[in-house]
């Protein structure tokens, strides 16, 4: 047997951080079981469903890594074959035909509330003779669903879970518009599909009762089902924007690393001892579904962010630069251009030791690309002095007979604070805050020789004029 896992999302809003770790989490289970991983776009509901919300799905898993093994099924395209398999039912005996009005609906849901029952239906035309139909009433077609006994979900992260066969009712698979309902949609869907495990958040599995039975009407063998618990934020609370960025792509623009959100994710309800950093080749090697959890997991973005900082400084530094000129392009206050790229990109080691995020480096790297003159945060701006400045035109000599790589540069700023029998603090402050306009960045030598001497000594005559 080939495993074969879906993510199934609704084009009906953005690609959630729960929808992100569901799509995660089937992606593995395939790939270390030599399988293939599918995609269904469930877009049945045509008037919330949009190409831009169908769109940000299908980006929102490419960033992160998670590429489908063949092009995604639309849940629309298919409605012919859900109700091909509704009469199918109808014709077997396991499906009828009920004529219910809306005014009988709503009245008989009004008359289970005030009697204190859950609100389901009586299953009036279960047994009628449809010679008795009303005219003009097109019929919903329905489930005749077992009322005796249990339906059991043997399911693979809950365990077994059993619902009494006499609380379930006959659900509607194909309303009287023609157009299937979700639950049957879903279970045609998957079974064509050749699906052998559907992994989904453990809101769906009050849903599996009603589809077993679709599945053993049908006398189709049924999937594994593995239900994983939902993502709460640190209050427990079930997870919001309140909390944060709850779209994937959110992420992305905050400035986190697609490897660290899937790393993260990964460890959000699954545990392989006190393993924390995972690469994805090592996350296929050992991810299975007996790791994961029943409780809710909480998300902690500082621990993501921590993360974030470790992928971060072992990513490359040329796709680091390249992401963050990228993000200070859309800047209208910097000179982006070759120079300013071979700046980020010469100084990029240094800068990315300090930072937890692409959008930090960014902000860090700014300086790089501003032009003349520089603003200057006010602790910086203390830091020039006349004294100050009267010493960057002295040292601006010093460092221009200087072969202007790191080495020569410290070498130089130390030769010049015994000179003058100053702390080397006492020359690298001011000039850092004339390179810079900060009091902070990576170390002043690595920073010079970035900038290159033409650019340094034009810094420092910007402030010592």
Same mark, same amino acid.
């Given at each position: ?21 569901? #799509? ?16 269904? $776009? ?56 009920? =004529? ?6 709503? !009245? ?5 509330? *005030? ?17 008795? !139909? ?47 309902? =979700? ?11 050749? +699906?052998?495990?559907? +992994? ?13 039975? $679709? ?12 239900? $994983? ?7 427990? *609370? ?13 992420? %992305? ?10 790393? =993260? ?11 924390? +950093? $995972? ?36 990513? &490359?530094?040329?796709?680091? #630069?390249?992401?963050?000129?990228? /993000?200070?392009?859309? %800047?209208?206050?910097? #000179? ?27 902000? &860090? ?43 020569? +540069?410290? !070498? ?25 306009? &900060? ?19 034009? /810094? ?6």
């Amino acid at each position: 047997m080939t495993v074969r896992t879906r993510f199934a999302p609704s084009p009906t809003g953005l690609l959630h951080i729960g929808g992100a770790r569901t #799509a995660l989490f089937n992606e593995l289970f395939a790939r270390h079981h030599a399988g293939e991983f599918l995609l269904r $776009i469930e877009d049945t509901d045509r008037e919330r469903s949009t190409e831009a919300a169908t769109q940000v799905i299908l980006d929102g898993l490419d960033w992160l890594g998670l590429r489908p093994d063949a092009a995604p099924v639309f849940q629309s395209t298919r409605q012919a074959r859900h109700a091909e398999v509704a009469l199918q039912m109808l014709a077997a005996g396991q499906a009828y035909k009920c =004529y219910c009005t809306p005014a009988e609906l709503q !009245a008989m849901r009004e008359r289970a509330l *005030a009697e204190g029952r859950p609100p389901r239906y009586d299953g009036r035309w279960r047994d009628r003779d449809p010679a008795e !139909a009303p005219p003009g009433v097109a019929p919903a077609i329905r489930l005749r669903a077992p009322r005796d006994g249990e339906t059991v979900v043997h399911d693979l992260v809950q365990g077994e879970v059993r619902v009494a066969n006499s609380e379930l009712d006959d659900m509607i698979i194909l309303r009287s518009d023609g157009t299937p309902t =979700y639950l049957h949609a879903v279970v045609v869907d998957d079974h064509d599909m050749a +699906i052998t495990h559907v +992994i989904r958040g453990d809101d769906h599995l009050t849903n599996t009762f009603r589809q077993l039975q $679709i599945y053993r009407a049908m006398g189709w063998e049924p999937p594994a089902f593995a239900h $994983i618990p939902l993502i709460h934020g640190a209050d427990g *609370a079930k997870l919001s924007k309140r909390h944060g960025a709850v779209s994937v792509l959110e992420f %992305r623009e905050q400035g986190f690393l697609p490897e660290a959100l899937c790393n =993260y994710l990964l460890r959000l309800g699954w545990a392989h001892g006190d393993a924390e +950093i $995972i690469a994805r080749e090592d996350a296929i090697r050992l991810f299975d579904l007996d790791g994961v959890g029943r409780a809710a997991a909480r998300m902690d973005y500082a621990k993501l962010t921590h993360l974030n900082g470790v992928w971060l400084r072992a990513a &490359s530094d040329d796709r680091l #630069a390249a992401d963050v000129y990228e /993000r200070l392009a859309r %800047r209208t206050d910097l #000179a982006l251009g070759t120079d300013a790229m071979h700046r980020i990109r010469a100084l990029m080691p240094a800068l990315k030791e300090r930072a937890k995020t692409l959008a930090e480096l960014a902000d &860090s790297a700014a300086f790089l690309a501003h032009p003349l003159p520089l603003p200057m945060e006010p602790k910086a701006a203390a830091l020039l002095t006349p004294e100050a400045r009267l010493m960057l035109r002295d040292l601006a000599g010093a460092l221009a007979a200087t072969d202007f790589s790191a080495a020569g +540069i410290d !070498a130089a700023l130390r030769a010049f604070a015994e000179a003058h029998g100053k702390k080397l603090g006492q020359v690298a402050q001011p000039l850092r805050a004339a390179l810079t306009g &900060s009091t902070t960045s990576p170390p002043i030598d690595a920073t010079a020789a970035a900038l290159g001497r033409e650019e340094v000594l034009a /810094r420092i005559a910007a402030v010592a004029a």
